[in-house]
């Protein structure tokens, strides 16, 4: 496929895609090479329950008539009565995919957090899952992003998360444990590639827990730079594998070991209190 910005484009196939993904190279920072080709090789096998109802909530807010003609809330109840297997049976032949009951519940109060939130729906004002393809200046490499929401009136890229804690103190740990940064500086990276002439990304965090509170917050310049510094190396690696072929892992040496710093430090109290 040539660069561009994708509408309409199935979630599977933009999986499918043998491009650079933000994950991958995530992969790339933490792991090694040979757990990338993996990844890539296998790529359902570390789905998880998380992962999935992340993705049930991505349909329900930013597609809601599609989650509404495709998905159903499940039957409660004791399926060894009669009724209640019936009934069961009965909604196995909708064709839709029926949702665990609590998970259906959950999906719903995040869906109307975010849109009963002001500045979230205010975002809501241009196109939703649109996936691009672009090549990287520098390396070559033909990357990809999944982008959750374009927000034309306000040139920005919305990007939704679920979390259990969205104040700010609390999703500011997240934009680094969970690497936000970097797919920042991905995706902004995809927007300027393909001309999009978009200004910032803002991640919408939902809290997945009561009440169900809903943050907006704008990547900061200092963060998408330190994003873009570390995927530098990262895809310089990256086309280096794709064009030998060779995805080492682990270095082929006899490495010095000895245990982390803390490690020392726990050890030093415990001196301290035997004495």
Sequence with gaps: MKPGLYKDMPAEKYHRLPFAAQSSLKILRDQTPAHLRY???HPYEFETPAMRFGTLVHTAVLEPDRFDATHVRGIEGDGRKK????????????????????????CMQIRDAVRNHRMARLLFDGESERSAIWKDAETG??????????????GVLVDLKTTTDASP?????????????????????????????LRHLVIIAAEKVPPYCVGVYRI???????????LRPLLRLYAE???SGNWPGYEDKVHPISMPDWAFRKMSERTVNYD
């Excluded at 103190?169 to 969970?178: K, L, M, P």
């Excluded at 900061?220 to 570390?230: F, H, K, Q, R």
């Design 39 to 41: 990844r890539l090789d």
């Design 83 to 106: 009724e209640i297997k019936e009934a069961r049976e009965e909604l196995a032949k909708s064709g839709k995919t029926v949702v665990d009951p609590a998970d259906f519940d959950l």
């Design 141 to 154: 490499v033909l990357c990809k992003g999944r982008f959750d929401h374009v927000s034309e009136v306000s």
């Design 169 to 197: 103190a609390g999703f500011e740990r997240s934009v680094y444990n969970f690497g936000y940064y970097i797919q920042a500086a991905h995706y902004m990276a995809g927007a300027n590639a393909l001309g999009m002439g």
């Design 220 to 230: 900061e310049a200092d963060a998408v730079a330190a994003g873009d510094e570390e």
């Design 241 to 243: 594998c794709m064009e």
